[in-house]
């Protein structure tokens, strides 16, 4: 990629999206391009099209997705599978019908087995069944990865696929029902601080801010409470403390990676590697057929080449309940958290694998701790 490359960056006010758009600003990328669903809805095969015909872009960052926490996956199963599998087909094949350079595609840790062996290495994909509540995201991701795969092993293309571990950062959603994990739990234990110290103003910001079910600071304290109360945020009463609602037993271990990291290592392999390097390093990890095949091109290899995808995490795993402690003793809460067992825990553990990810030269900086500080900072800003 060059200063004056042509990058569409699809997903661009998102999460990752959002951060890699920052990024590429920052290290002197001028010709950056991105549209919002409203203006491009990627699930328009001829829009989508028409949107490659013109602009053309050089380099694609895909980083567009119907996205969700545990429960908008389980709920909303037939919108995770159909849009993302809309989205990335649209996207990866009018980036090989429009000649993209280098393509890069955001899949998520979510494909391997839910009994998968850990940590989770790019050739166990595909080994057994799949975890029950993320199904069809992950079925569509798994089909990204072999677009991508594919693609490139048919047609010569250079595409990347990456699996990015839990992540959160700056620009997330904080929807209480539909968000992940961790800026649930932080929005939830601020509106608890902020309920234990009466402190009305801040409540109120943060609906005006974020309206929970159309219920914004303007409502009566009533209705606040009642809303906050529906999402397991309790006022204290008396003698009794205030109480904060996790989802599940607490028990399961997640993997937590700052977004802007996230997309520091997308940038990254945008910059540095190419497909045939993947298949070197897959090669050199000796789990699959490609290793003797290393020093040919990527379009005249022979036999099979798969788990050419990458994990993006830290390596570093933490319980659900230790993840809430850490952000009550973040925010300053002091009350209790109590667990719904009748949400889903879902996968037991997912710890990614990273040893592809160092070998092909990056690491993840931040920890756990500085992260939630510096997401508190960012959220009450
Ligand atoms: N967040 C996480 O913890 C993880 C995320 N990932 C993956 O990383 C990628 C980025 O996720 P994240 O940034 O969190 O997601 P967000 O929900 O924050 O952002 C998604 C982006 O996709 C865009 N988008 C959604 N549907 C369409 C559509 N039909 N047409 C055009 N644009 C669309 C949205 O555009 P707009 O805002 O304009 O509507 C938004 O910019 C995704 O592929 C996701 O699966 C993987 C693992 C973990
Ligand atoms: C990144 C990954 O994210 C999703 O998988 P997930 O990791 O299971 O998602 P999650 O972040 O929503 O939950 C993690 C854990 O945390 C518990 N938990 C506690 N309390 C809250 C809570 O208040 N909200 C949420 N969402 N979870 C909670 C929750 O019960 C679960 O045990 C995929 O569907 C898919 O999107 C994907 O790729």
Redesign the pocket.
């Known amino acids: 990629m060059n200063k004056a490359s042509k990058i569409y960056v699809?997903?661009?006010?998102?999460?990752?999206?959002?951060a890699i758009w920052k990024i590429l600003e920052s290290k002197g990328y001028t010709n950056l391009t991105g549209?919002?669903?409203?203006?491009?809805?990627?699930?328009d095969q001829a829009a989508t099209e028409q949107f490659f015909q013109q602009e053309k872009p050089e380099y694609v960052f895909?980083?567009?997705?119907?996205?969700?926490g545990i429960v908008a996956n389980n709920t909303y199963r037939a919108e995770f599978l159909y849009?993302?599998l809309?989205?990335q087909n649209n996207v990866i094949h009018n980036a090989w019908k429009y000649g993209v350079k280098k393509l890069l595609?955001?899949?998520?840790?979510?494909i391997y087995p839910r009994e998968s062996p850990q940590p989770m290495q790019e050739e166990y994909l595909l080994t057994s069944p799949l975890e029950y509540t993320n199904e069809p995201?992950a079925i569509a991701?798994i089909a990204g990865i072999k677009l991508c795969e594919s693609y490139n092993i048919q047609h010569g293309t250079n595409f990347i696929s990456v699996?990015?571990?839990?992540?959160?950062g700056p620009?997330?959603?904080f929807d209480l029902e539909k968000s992940?994990v961790l800026p649930a739990l932080l929005r939830k234990i601020h509106l608890g601080k902020c309920l234990e110290e009466n402190n009305r103003e801040a409540i109120q910001q943060d609906l005006n801010k974020r309206p929970i079910e159309g219920i914004t600071g303007n409502a009566s304290s009533t209705e606040i409470l009642n809303i906050l109360k529906k999402y397991g945020v309790t006022p204290p009463a008396g003698e009794q403390s205030g109480s904060v609602e996790i989802w599940g037993t607490g028990t399961p271990l997640r993997e937590f990676l700052w977004?802007e990291e996230?997309a520091d290592a997308c940038v990254f392999l945008m910059e540095n590697i190419d497909f045939s390097d993947i298949i070197e390093s897959t090669s050199l990890r000796g789990g699959d057929t490609t290793k003797k095949q290393s020093q040919q091109t990527v379009s005249n290899l022979p036999g099979e080449i798969r788990n050419t995808h990458i994990n993006i995490g830290t390596g570093k795993e933490i319980s659900i309940k230790a993840i809430a402690k850490l952000i009550a003793q973040t925010v300053g809460y002091n009350g209790k958290l109590t667990f719904n067992t009748s949400k889903p825990d879902g996968t037991l553990r997912k710890l990614t694998d990273v040893n592809k990810l160092h070998s092909l030269g990056w690491h993840h900086k931040i920890e756990i701790e500085e992260g939630i500080e510096k997401l508190y900072r960012w959220y009450t800003s």
């Not at 549209?35 to 491009?40: A, N, R």
């Open positions: 699809a997903g661009h006010r998102g999460l990752v999206g959002s549209k919002t669903s409203s203006e491009l809805n990627l699930i895909l980083a567009a997705a119907k996205v969700g849009e993302n809309a989205i595609f955001l899949g998520s840790t979510c995201y991701k699996m990015p571990t839990n992540l959160y620009n997330d959603n992940h977004s996230m």
